[in-house]
């Protein structure tokens, strides 16, 4: 039988706050534990929460990016389960009215468009981290990150494929970069992903027994894991078997799903309104100042530099695959660099030096502005392509103008017709061979001749005066 999987995708960012959702506590990753706490985040008799207004900004800001629209008013709720990470043993959230629903995102799989509807956007805070030690047989509990606020965006059932599923996770994490609002650290955790997945015969509409899974801190994973649970999923129907609603763990080690629980229902967390929040209510101007302060998103910025700068869909997505190195590139176009050029630079030879080195385009050495004049340099001759690179690798140690590593290392581009013909005339006469096989028509030896002079002369020669002497001097 012909199967057909239903994806759909719950995303909780993390969100780039200075303190936490309801109290005053740092959210810096990596502090010793338990150091970031008090006891509103512990969940102390007597306290009372306060909300953070810059998260519900962000959250304002996702929604927006992702077309979903914003409620006037939305409700705080507790959702209670018992676990030694959550100190209150309920977590505040949104359940019945959320801050922001009916959304989408474009994205394209293999040169197919497809839209990828939003259900809801949710604010809610985060857990504390349990650390097992399995040679003592003890687990901690680190609550540093309890009370981290987190934006919990839920996809509907659209997704098809597990391709589908990670093109669409891309595209969401680049909007929240974008914004500034999340690091989009799936290894840190500050940006995870849960999937739900069921699959059913090709035709039916009817949904099939939906399978959660978790556990996944990367985009490879993500697809990988759900591509191994359809096929566990087909094989169970197949044997004429039914698959069983629980939450499934992904072993990246064993590369398969393994269970985990049951899989828990809305009821089976006993929301109700949280008594100590009271309803938020967004006004239209606080929305609409927001919306005015949005910066170009990843696609429009792609369609852009399609647009204006005439460059390949590959490389537009290149260079907008993160705000900063899209900041660059228009960096160099501006500084006088043609945006062909500045394209291959950056693709090839600035970001392959950068992540050798494991840097951000934020940590280049060489500024836009000597990336230009070095792309410059090479079209006016001064120094052909060969020496360009060698300048690039001191300019990438020590961050100097193009033009002052050219001077102190000797490497001008050399084009005077005099000297390069006393180079090409003992080539010739090293070579007579090849010499009549050229003037007997065999016009390919001209890189032979041109290559020989190269060397000769270390790259600096000018290769189309190289060019011109070796017509005129053996035509």
């Not at 060489?366 to 006016?380: E, F, W």
Request: glycine share 8%; net charge negative; aromatic share 8%.
């Amino acid at each position: 039988m012909q199967y057909e999987a239903v994806i759909g995708l719950e995303v909780h960012a993390q969100l780039l706050t200075e303190s936490k959702i309801f109290c005053g506590c740092s959210t810096k990753f990596g502090a010793p534990p338990n150091e970031h706490t008090c006891p509103v985040c512990l969940g102390m008799p007597g306290v009372l929460p306060v909300l953070n207004q810059k998260v519900v900004e962000f959250a304002i800001r996702a929604a927006l990016a992702t077309h979903c629209a914003v409620a006037g008013k939305s409700v705080w709720a507790r959702k209670n389960y018992f676990y030694p990470d959550l100190p209150k043993n309920y977590q505040i959230s949104q359940y019945e009215l959320p801050l922001a629903e009916h959304g989408h995102l474009d994205i394209e799989v293999e040169g197919a468009a497809k839209r990828i509807g939003i259900t809801r956007i949710h604010m809610e805070e985060d857990a504390g981290k349990l650390i097992h030690d399995p040679a003592q047989g003890h687990s901690y509990v680190d609550y540093n990150r309890t009370g981290t606020p987190l934006m919990e965006i839920v996809s509907e059932p659209d997704l098809r494929t597990p391709e589908e599923a990670a093109a669409y996770l891309k595209a969401l994490r680049d909007i929240l970069v974008y914004l500034n609002i999340c690091d989009g650290n799936m290894e840190e955790g500050s940006f995870r992903c849960d999937a739900n997945v069921s699959i059913r015969p090709l035709g039916q509409e009817a949904f099939g027994t939906r399978a959660e899974l978790k556990n996944m801190n990367s985009f490879r994973n993500v697809q990988k894991a759900l591509e191994y649970e359809i096929r566990r999923q087909r094989a169970v129907l197949d044997d004429g078997g039914q698959v069983v609603q629980e939450t499934r763990l992904w072993d990246a080690q064993a590369n398969k799903t393994l269970s985990m629980r049951g899989k828990e229902e809305a009821h089976d967390y006993r929301y109700f309104p949280d008594p100590d929040l009271l309803p938020l209510v967004v006004g239209p101007e606080w929305v609409e100042r927001i919306r005015s302060e949005l910066p170009e998103l990843p696609e429009a910025k792609r369609a852009r530099f399609v647009e204006a700068y005439g460059l390949p869909h590959y490389d537009a997505g290149v260079l907008t695959a993160s705000r900063p190195l899209a900041d660059y590139f228009e960096a160099v176009v501006a500084s006088g660099a043609g945006a062909k050029a500045a394209s291959n630079w950056i693709m090839s030879e600035l970001l392959g030096a950068l992540n050798a080195e494991g840097k951000e385009i934020t940590q280049s050495p060489i500024s836009a502005a000597h990336l230009a004049k070095l792309i410059g340099m090479v079209d006016s001759g001064a120094i052909s392509g060969k020496i360009a690179k060698k300048v690039f690798g001191e300019m990438m140690l020590s961050g100097q103008d193009p033009q002052a590593v050219v001077e102190e290392k000797g490497l001008k581009q050399v084009s005077d017709s005099g000297a390069l013909e006393a180079v090409l005339q003992r080539i010739f006469e090293a070579n007579p061979g090849q010499v009549e096989q050229f003037k007997a028509g065999k016009d390919k030896l001209m890189g032979f001749f041109v290559g020989q002079a190269m060397k000769e002369t270390k790259g600096q020669a000018n290769p189309a005066v190289l060019n011109e002497l070796v017509k005129k001097l053996l035509g």
